[in-house]
């Protein structure tokens, strides 16, 4: 069964900082999706940033891009100059085969003015 | 992307009864699914709806409890029945879009008193 895993349950920077979310995963298949996504105090799920598997290359949306580490099975979410509107709960997913999504248990950040 | 509804956004419910909750999406699409996200909780996928079969239901949910229609590709409802306070949480639907990527609506807050 894949599992997601982000290990930090709470974040905190100024505005304009850079901040990196952490997230690992564990899968047996080779071809698979990973996802970021927002959820801010609104609770409205915000799709961040996808990457797929089998490409190398970092995904990049404007001020948000991921490393991806196969080998390691990591997948962090960096967010440059950040924003008094990017405070939310940040979940890593994880889809498969079947096509459920599977969630890591969320990371706070809070950015401060 | 797609604009999803869902109705109620919140409600108040008192022990026994039962709340159905409705999801309308602006395109066709042939999946859709339930979540359910606890308070300070990430989100579990309550079971799979597609359009002219039976939802694929996840271990710990059944079909009794939280019954699932999918009348057409672009609405579906889910009924949380014989509530308890235990179901307090938030019901989020979500659609897949092409990629796996998936697109959720504003969620459902409920309360059991």
């Known amino acids: 069964a894949q599992t997601v895993t982000q290990s930090q349950p709470e974040m905190s920077v100024q505005e304009a900082e850079t901040v990196t979310l952490s997230c690992t995963y564990d899968?047996?298949?080779?071809?698979?999706?990973l996802f970021w996504y927002k959820q801010p105090p609104s609770r409205q799920m915000i799709l961040v940033i996808r990457?797929?598997?089998?490409?190398?290359q970092n995904a990049t949306e404007n001020r948000f891009s991921v490393n991806f580490q196969k080998a390691a099975k990591s997948f962090s979410l960096k967010i440059s100059d950040s924003q008094l509107g990017d405070t939310a709960m940040y979940f890593c997913a994880s889809v498969q085969g079947a096509q459920k999504l599977v969630f890591g248990q969320g990371t706070r950040l809070t950015i401060n003015p | 992307s797609a604009v999803i509804s869902q109705k109620p956004s919140r409600d108040i419910c008192q022990r026994g009864t039962s709340l159905t909750i409705q999801c309308q999406v602006d395109s066709q699409v042939t999946m859709m699914f339930w979540y359910r996200q606890q308070p300070g909780q990430s989100l579990t996928l309550i079971a799979t709806a597609n359009q002219g079969s039976e939802a694929t239901y996840e271990s710990g949910f059944v079909i009794d409890k939280f019954p699932i229609s999918r009348p057409n590709l672009t609405f579906s409802t889910l009924t949380v029945s014989n509530m308890s306070p235990e179901d307090s949480s938030i019901y989020l639907c979500?659609?897949?879009?092409?990629?796996?990527?998936?697109?959720f609506g504003p969620g459902t807050r409920l309360t059991v008193t």
């Open positions: 990457q797929e598997a089998y490409k190398q």
């Open positions: 979500s659609v897949e879009m092409g990629a796996y990527e998936q697109y």
């Open positions: 899968t047996s298949e080779s071809n698979y999706y």
